[in-house]
């Protein structure tokens, strides 16, 4: 393979990308950079007027996209936002579900026991991370399997390897997220096309504003004891930046993966792979 077969495999221009998340700091670093390699980017955004349609967005960071109105958690808003994406820029190629999180209602607390926490808490959760991964999939992948190609990207978490204390409606969200990246992708290939491909991330520890005084005190800006746990064990000694999913990201969705579906990718700076001695 000569040099500039190497930069095709890594030129977007004309495919289409619809990000869920992608208004977050996870989803929006690889959105970003899609929009800087040539590839048109739609991100779904529930707070958009529905009316709209396609409507320009620009990200905080500087990037500019697409946006259209859509809730990873309602069936009408996705296949409406689908429809919108399809008339504007012919059928989606690529899929990144980068939607999720946690909620307090959810996790474990010295206020909220296990055995305390209310379902609607739980059902949150779980929703918004299984459900709204698999249901983007239901609607944006059968344009994919109209055309025979397309990619899907899943954003699980170190959690679906190793579940973390006071999160258990989270660590198995994305444990079945892990899973199911399994299963579509295994559905895609033998009922529609070997050219349609399913893959996932798995971040580790990032440190973000939504959690930076979850692992860094405030005032001191050290560690809180739960942060020192994770930094002793990342072996690489330092936590993860956004801009660190890149590589992984790029791959998966471009060619040069091609002969890749159904796993799930740690990007977490060794943390999986150490026992701790």
Same mark, same amino acid.
């Given at each position: 393979?000569?040099?500039? $077969?190497?930069?095709?495999?890594?030129?977007? #221009?004309?495919?289409?990308?619809?990000?869920?998340?992608?208004?977050?700091?996870?989803?929006?670093?690889?959105?970003?950079?899609?929009?800087?390699?040539?590839?048109?980017?739609?991100?779904?955004? =529930?707070?958009?007027?529905?009316? +709209?349609?396609? /409507?320009?967005?620009?990200?905080?960071?500087?990037?500019?996209?697409? %946006?259209?109105?859509?809730?990873?958690? +309602?069936?009408?808003?996705?296949?409406? /936002?689908?429809?919108?994406? +399809? %008339?504007?820029?012919?059928? &989606?190629?690529?899929? &990144?579900?980068?939607?999720?999180?946690?909620?307090? +209602?959810?996790?474990?607390?010295?206020?909220?026991?296990?055995?305390?926490?209310?379902?609607?808490?739980?059902? *949150?959760?779980?929703?918004?991370?299984?459900?709204?991964?698999?249901?983007?999939? !239901?609607?944006?992948?059968?344009?994919?399997?109209?055309?025979? $190609?397309?990619? @899907?990207?899943?954003?699980?978490?170190?959690?679906?390897?190793?579940?973390?204390?006071? &999160?258990?409606?989270?660590?198995?969200?994305?444990?079945?997220?892990?899973? *199911?990246? %399994?299963?579509?992708?295994?559905?895609?290939?033998?009922?529609? #096309?070997?050219?349609?491909?399913?893959?996932?991330?798995?971040?580790?520890?990032?440190?973000?504003? !939504?959690?930076?005084?979850?692992?860094?005190?405030? $005032?001191?800006?050290?560690?809180?004891?739960?942060? !020192?746990?994770?930094?002793?064990?990342?072996?690489?000694? =330092?936590?993860?930046?956004?801009?660190?999913?890149?590589?992984?990201?790029?791959?998966?969705?471009?060619?040069?993966? #091609?002969?890749?579906?159904? @796993?799930?990718?740690?990007?977490?700076?060794?943390?999986?792979?150490?026992?701790?001695?």
């Amino acid at each position: 393979m000569n040099l500039d $077969e190497l930069k095709a495999m890594y030129d977007f #221009s004309g495919r289409t990308f619809l990000v869920t998340g992608g208004t977050g700091v996870l989803g929006g670093v690889v959105a970003g950079t899609l929009v800087d390699v040539g590839a048109n980017v739609v991100v779904l955004d =529930r707070s958009l007027d529905p009316t +709209k349609g396609v /409507a320009d967005f620009a990200a905080p960071t500087g990037w500019q996209a697409k %946006a259209v109105h859509g809730d990873v958690l +309602k069936r009408d808003s996705l296949v409406q /936002a689908a429809a919108a994406v +399809k %008339a504007q820029y012919g059928p &989606i190629y690529g899929l &990144i579900n980068a939607a999720g999180g946690n909620s307090p +209602k959810a996790t474990c607390s010295p206020d909220l026991s296990f055995f305390d926490i209310p379902e609607d808490g739980m059902r *949150f959760v779980l929703d918004l991370n299984l459900l709204g991964t698999m249901m983007p999939c !239901q609607i944006f992948a059968e344009q994919m399997a109209e055309t025979g $190609e397309g990619v @899907i990207l899943n954003y699980s978490s170190m959690n679906a390897f190793r579940p973390l204390t006071n &999160i258990a409606a989270y660590s198995a969200s994305k444990a079945g997220i892990t899973n *199911f990246t %399994a299963w579509l992708a295994v559905h895609m290939a033998q009922n529609y #096309s070997g050219k349609i491909r399913v893959n996932a991330i798995a971040p580790g520890f990032f440190l973000t504003e !939504q959690n930076r005084f979850l692992l860094t005190d405030k $005032e001191t800006g050290k560690w809180t004891p739960r942060g !020192q746990k994770i930094f002793d064990h990342t072996p690489m000694g =330092r936590l993860g930046t956004p801009e660190d999913l890149l590589g992984c990201s790029l791959w998966l969705l471009s060619p040069a993966s #091609s002969f890749v579906t159904g @796993i799930t990718v740690p990007v977490d700076g060794g943390f999986s792979a150490y026992a701790g001695v």
